[in-house]
């Protein structure tokens, strides 16, 4: 009894740590230039697709297709953000929102003309399917992979940020913008890279995620909603917050929908609202 | 925006402003005139136009809180869906009059309005955003979950209208569910239009310019959120109830986020914060819908996603914005 509830909340972490290579990207981009970027999740479908037609068309193994999935939405990413998010960093939340949504609404009628509408499956080698058991304890081997890739990415990112020039620069622009332009900062390229960069991890969460939750044209809608409650609630630029949130996000969605499969994503969205209107500016905030 | 050049400051009387606003134009008159139209020229259209009417005024609603306001809401079918289930179940439950049906669409509205208002005026940017999100999100679970009531998936049967007035029954043909969802959306027009050139509407533009600047001269701006929120939300919830009377059914899709979605591009097309702008803006989306979608709902969203683009980058005040550049361009020159 004990094992499966064990088994559940490893489950359950293991999908929020698919949610934080999703929206961490998410989170610093919009902490920086507050630019509400809603298309996030269509650079995670660009990876995901990319490594199912690179495995499918090609034969390449699954690890091959990972490198590339982070190349292609990081560059997808890049084209974008020169040709259209440029133009309004200083518009309203309005026009961004509206902006991004337009392309998420173009990326999905994209992949449903070009793949078609159903699951994207992908076969995984063999050494990542089944499952382990230790004593009660049974462990599915791809949730542990997935676990291990979270805790390393994340590990990059946090020496990244700390202990490298750039990563300097990048907490400086997220602190105060318009001091760091004036002390000469490249705001605008250090913000491309970092755009470039989250994409670049969103596709790989895409890439990544088929196993877990599927890959359909309509992935840039579905996972949006998880991407930014955690990036609202975890508070913006912080990869502190995004990885609590995430964790607690993917308990919390596997474990109501276990036990309370009658109320379904309610307890999500309760949770969400909640600490929403208790810290507005999210749970670890870098600014208020 | 509209505002008209303010003469000398020792003259400047800002009723006058107002009074000025308030006057109708020819252009306006012709508008309205045209909308009766379909009744003689294209009578199968009517189903359509019902729709568009219901549309426009869901749309109209917004207008208040995200064009003249300046709050962006991503959860507005909340109310709409509120008040389509709440007419809906009450014309189930036996009480099929169409207007008593539609004040309490209203009310229902607008007590959900009054209760989510206090969290609204706590917060603003991006957590405005996804609590918006959120709160319509919540009510969509509800609705899919309570199944008893609502139906959940599968829609709320059973609705039966009584006939309008105890004279106009709710034909195949929309005739009735034309003129009905036109004269509350023509009335609901001459509210929010006197609403918006009110001092009252003065305050919520200077809201959308500097939210933080208003208190200083006399406005309390979380007060004035709060009511316009809560009237915006009482009309989009009338939308709603229009929608589950005329065509006696009530979709869960009332609530989606798709929906809140579907409605600010509506706006955002037509032009937000100039009344007009979610009028024409519906008008568009939904004859265009007609014609593209009978090809294939998947290239539908593919056209209306470049054109949302297009309309972002080219035309940052949507479509009347344009048309009045437009104008005033030609009028310098002329």
């Known amino acids: 009894m004990i ?3 064990i088994s559940l909340l490893f489950d359950g972490f293991a999908y929020g740590m698919l949610l934080f290579v999703l929206s961490v990207g998410l989170s610093v981009t919009l902490g920086m ?13 660009i990876g995901g697709y990319t490594t199912v037609m690179l495995m499918r068309s090609a034969g390449w193994p699954f690890f091959a297709t990972l490198p590339v999935a982070f190349i292609g939405a990081a560059a997808a990413s890049v084209v974008l953000e020169r040709v ?13 929102s509206l902006l991004t949504i337009g392309i998420v609404f173009v990326s999905i009628a994209a992949a449903a003309y070009v793949f078609g509408t159903g699951q994207q499956p992908v076969q995984l080698p063999g050494y990542l399917r089944g499952r382990i058991e230790f004593g009660d304890f049974s462990f599915g081997l791809y949730r542990m992979f997935l676990v291990a890739s979270a805790l390393v990415i994340t590990g990059l990112l946090v020496l990244g940020l700390e202990y490298t020039r750039f990563g300097a620069r990048v907490r400086a622009c997220v602190d105060n913008q318009r001091m760091a332009r004036g002390l000469g900062l490249n705001v605008d390229a250090v913000f491309s890279i970092t755009f470039a960069l989250g994409s670049g991890l969103a596709g790989l969460g895409g890439a990544l995620g088929i196993e877990i939750v599927g890959l359909d044209p ?11 409650i955690v990036v609202a609630v975890g508070g913006l630029a912080s990869i502190r917050g995004a990885f609590v949130t995430a964790a607690m996000l993917g308990v919390i969605d596997i474990v109501s929908k276990y036990y309370v499969p009658e109320i379904g994503a309610f307890v999500l969205y309760f949770v969400m609202v909640s600490f929403l209107v208790w810290r507005p500016a999210g749970l670890f905030a870098r600014r208020t | 925006m509209s505002v008209t050049a303010a003469p000398a400051i020792g003259t400047f009387n800002p009723r006058d402003l107002l009074r000025a606003q308030v006057k109708w134009r020819h252009l306006e008159t012709l508008f309205w005139l045209a909308t009766l139209l379909p009744f003689l020229v294209a009578p199968s259209y009517l189903v359509l136009g019902s729709q568009i009417a219901i549309a426009a005024l869901f749309a109209l609603s917004l207008d208040l809180i995200v064009g003249y306001s300046g709050l962006v809401s991503l959860g507005h079918a909340a109310f709409f869906g509120f008040g389509a289930y709440t007419a809906g179940l009450l014309a189930k439950a036996g009480w099929g ?22 969290i609204i005026v706590r917060i603003s940017h991006f957590a405005l955003i996804m609590v918006t999100l959120g709160l319509c999100l919540l009510l969509y679970e509800v609705a899919n979950k309570a199944h008893w009531l609502t139906g959940g998936d599968d829609g709320l049967q059973g609705v039966r209208m009584w006939p309008l007035l105890d004279m106009f029954r709710f034909d195949l043909y929309g005739r009735t569910a034309y003129a009905y969802s036109l004269v509350v959306l ?5 509210i929010l239009r006197r609403l918006i050139n009110s001092p009252f509407g003065l305050s919520l533009r200077g809201i959308r310019e500097n939210a933080r600047r208003m208190p200083a001269i006399g406005s309390p701006s979380s ?22 009377q005329t065509t006696e059914f009530v979709a869960l899709d009332a609530l989606s986020f798709q929906r809140s979605a579907e409605i600010l591009v509506m706006l955002v097309l037509g032009g937000a914060g ?3 702008g979610g009028l024409v803006g519906a008008l568009i989306f939904i004859v265009a819908r007609d014609q593209l979608a009978d090809m294939n709902p998947q290239y539908w969203y593919f056209w209306l996603g470049l054109l949302l683009i297009a309309v972002i980058v080219f035309l940052p005040n949507g479509i009347l914005g344009g048309c009045a550049r437009l104008l005033a361009r030609w009028r310098r020159r002329a």
């Open chain 2, 274 to 276: 100039r009344l007009y």
């Open chain 1, 33 to 45: 230039m507050n630019f509400v970027n809603l298309a996030h999740g269509t650079f995670a479908m």
């Open chain 2, 223 to 244: 007060n004035r959120i709060r009511t316009v929120y809560i009237i915006s939300g009482t009309f989009a919830g009338i939308a709603g109830g229009l929608l589950a």
């Open chain 1, 84 to 96: 259209l998010y440029r133009r309004l960093y200083r518009a309203s939340d309005l026009d961004q």
């Open chain 1, 218 to 228: 309509n992935f840039a809608f579905k996972y949006l909603v998880y991407m930014l």
């Open chain 1, 3 to 5: 094992a499966r509830h």
């Open chain 2, 186 to 190: 023509f009335g609901s027009f001459l």
């Open chain 2, 97 to 118: 009059e169409p207007i008593t049906g539609l004040m309490a669409a209203a009310i229902a509205a607008m007590v959900l309005g009054y209760l989510t208002s206090f």
